[in-house]
């Protein structure tokens, strides 16, 4: 029988993974779970992946060159997440080994948080009920409602489009700012850059972490929105230029920001802005629901059935160079 290693640390398996998707696998092979409560090293995978067939990595494992060249019996590694960059994929293709990823499940759970997130900021009600958990009495603060109000959302991918869909329920007016997406709704508009980020009351950091899009949100960009607007990012920390988001906040050149991710480790919101008392931050649980989780675990389990069987599964990242599947799949 084929051996899968999981590489979740003990204390993640069950909340990025789960029991059904762990079930359905054990169905299927033997299956070596990580026993330690931390992200293995190196050294580490290497000694844990001998003689396994598949490995499912954990959202945060790093898969170097070093580790690619020391599995020679591993046929493909599954990561159970959209984002591979801690994965060495042209190593992985010198090796013949698969890389595969999970497509995005969590777009209605993210799209959720940042509605969340845009009430909350918009009513001021993690200050009222921080005020109150301390034992004070906070005054009441008038706040904004959602309708009526122009959201700005970079990046129209489907989370984005999740976004536009119930903010429009709340009777917003919707702008889109995507060089590479053309919305097909008549009802978004599609602005340039800085008519985006000067008419919008929300705007919402969506667009992809890409070389391109690393400080997207910087000092001039800042600068452009209005001081009555808010900040939300729920995509990767490093498209913000923290140290300029903060000097903003502190100047009141934001009314505030709302962060579920940030440059602390594993996208973390990072501590000097989260405290930040025009800030509400979260621990980078925007796509952390039972039915996100479920939708990308068991999709893993589905790609590892078909590389078990000798097929190519969907989400392969370097099917051309995964000579130790095609040598077994069927001419």
């Known amino acids: 029988m084929p051996l899968v290693l999981v590489t979740h640390p003990r204390e993640r398996l069950t909340t990025y993974f789960g029991?059904?998707?762990?079930?359905?696998?054990?169905?299927?092979?033997?299956?070596k779970l990580n026993p330690d409560s931390h992200d293995w090293s190196t050294p580490e995978l290497i000694g844990a992946a001998q003689g396994c067939d598949v490995l499912i990595a954990y959202r945060q494992t790093a898969l170097t060159a070093d580790f690619f060249a020391a599995v020679p019996g591993l046929l493909a590694a599954v990561r159970c997440a959209v984002d591979i960059r801690?994965?060495?994929?042209?190593?992985?293709?010198?090796?013949?080994?698969?890389?595969?990823?999970?497509?995005?499940?969590f777009g209605p759970a993210v799209a959720e948080w940042v509605i969340g997130a845009?009430?909350?900021?918009?009513?001021?009600?993690?200050?009222?009920?921080?005020?109150?958990?301390?034992?004070?009495?906070?005054?009441?603060?008038m706040g904004r409602e959602l309708r009526?109000?122009?959201?700005?959302?970079?990046?129209?991918?489907?989370?984005?489009?999740?976004?536009?869909?119930?903010?429009?329920?709340?009777?917003?007016?919707?702008?889109?700012?995507d060089p590479h997406v053309q919305s097909p709704d008549p009802a978004i508009e599609s602005l340039g850059w800085h008519e985006l980020l000067a008419c919008?009351?929300?705007?919402?950091?969506?667009?992809?972490?890409?070389?391109?899009?690393?400080?997207?949100?910087?000092?001039?960009?800042?600068?452009?929105?209005?001081?009555?607007?808010?900040?939300?990012?729920?995509?990767?920390?490093?498209?913000?230029?923290?140290?300029?988001?903060?000097?903003?906040?502190?100047?009141?050149?934001?009314?505030?920001a709302a962060l579920d991710v940030g440059c602390a480790a594993d996208q973390m919101p990072s501590l000097e802005l989260a405290r930040h008392p025009r800030v509400i931050a979260t621990p980078h649980v925007g796509g952390l629901t039972p039915q996100a989780i479920a939708h990308q675990a068991l999709e893993t389990v589905e790609q590892t059935r078909d590389i078990l069987q000798g097929r190519m599964p969907d989400g392969a990242v370097n099917p051309a160079q995964a000579s130790r599947l095609t040598s077994r799949m069927p001419s």
């Not at 029991?19 to 299956?31: F, G």
């Not at 994965?87 to 010198?94: E, L, N, P, S, T």
């Not at 900021?121 to 958990?133: G, N, V």
């Not at 900040?231 to 990767?236: G, H, L, P």
Request: charged share 15%; proline share 5%.
């Open 86 to 105: 801690t994965i060495d994929v042209a190593a992985a293709g010198r090796e013949g080994i698969l890389v595969t990823q999970a497509s995005a499940g």
């Open 118 to 141: 845009m009430i909350d900021l918009s009513r001021h009600i993690s200050p009222s009920a921080a005020a109150y958990w301390q034992g004070q009495c906070p005054p009441p603060r």
């Open 200 to 256: 919008a009351d929300h705007v919402v950091c969506l667009a992809s972490a890409t070389p391109e899009t690393e400080k997207l949100i910087n000092a001039q960009a800042l600068s452009c929105m209005k001081p009555t607007a808010f900040f939300i990012n729920a995509s990767r920390g490093q498209l913000v230029d923290e140290p300029a988001l903060l000097q903003a906040l502190e100047r009141g050149a934001l009314a505030g």
């Open 19 to 31: 029991e059904e998707a762990l079930a359905s696998l054990q169905k299927m092979a033997r299956v």
């Open 148 to 177: 009526g109000g122009c959201l700005g959302i970079i990046g129209y991918g489907e989370i984005g489009r999740h976004v536009a869909r119930l903010a429009q329920a709340f009777g917003m007016r919707v702008c889109v700012y």
